[in-house]
């Protein structure tokens, strides 16, 4: 008996199933979908994916995803110039603005230092860093708010040492006890942070 094949169909599911987080179920689902979504709905989810990938690029002063040559924040008169928070990731920089306590500049490294995974300084946004902190520049102190990781601490300490010598403060992202958190239940790492990272109330 021959197995049933609808080719369209499995080569959208594929597609879907390559996107991180997306197992085959949720593929399945939203394969589905898609195909019983009206025409104009599917056609503007396709526009949506082509316009982003051709309009959104780095920017060129601090590598976050913008869609002009440089980011709002970059371009902003409020933001505090003699700070850059440096992160791994865009996300990031989306958590810290959801917050609204931060009133810096920052920078996108796009990864963290991993031998392992075949990721050295070289991959990473590193030397464009170097250059905005160089010469004349306003900046006197670099937030180092990689994640809490193996690869993170080692990122944090690799740009640390490069920027030590150019006489400008590093400082590193308190991790602690998150709110509602039961200390019994709290790993060593976690603790030691929480108490590196106290402050006088």
């Known amino acids: 008996m021959a197995a049933y094949h609808v080719v369209p169909l499995e080569v959208l599911l594929e597609q879907f199933e390559k996107l991180p987080g997306i197992g085959y179920k949720t593929a399945q689902r939203l394969a589905y979908y898609m195909l019983r979504a009206p025409k104009e709905e599917a056609e503007a989810f396709c526009k949506a994916i082509l316009e ?28 505090d110039k003699s700070v850059i928070c440096v992160v791994e990731d865009p996300r990031d920089v989306f958590s ?36 905005r902190v160089g010469g ?39 991790y602690g006890i998150p709110v509602g958190g039961e200390l019994e239940y709290t790993d060593e790492v976690t603790l030691t942070r929480a108490m590196e990272g106290r402050r006088e109330l």
Do not use: W
Not at 52 to 79: F, G, W
Not at 146 to 152: D, I, L, R, Y
């Open 96 to 131: 810290f603005e959801r917050i609204n306590e931060y009133n810096g500049l920052y920078h996108v490294l796009h990864g963290a230092i991993s031998p392992m995974g075949g990721v050295g300084p070289e991959q990473l946004r590193i030397k464009e860093l170097l250059a």
């Open 52 to 79: 982003a990938r051709e309009k959104v690029h780095y920017c060129k002063i601090c590598c976050n995803l913008t869609d002009q040559e440089i980011c709002p924040v970059c371009q902003s008169d409020s933001r």
């Open 136 to 174: 004349d520049s306003p900046v006197k102190e670099v937030i180092m708010a990689t994640n809490s990781t193996v690869e993170g601490e080692a990122t944090a300490m690799y740009i640390s040492r490069l920027l030590k010598p150019l006489g400008i403060k590093v400082t590193r992202l308190a």
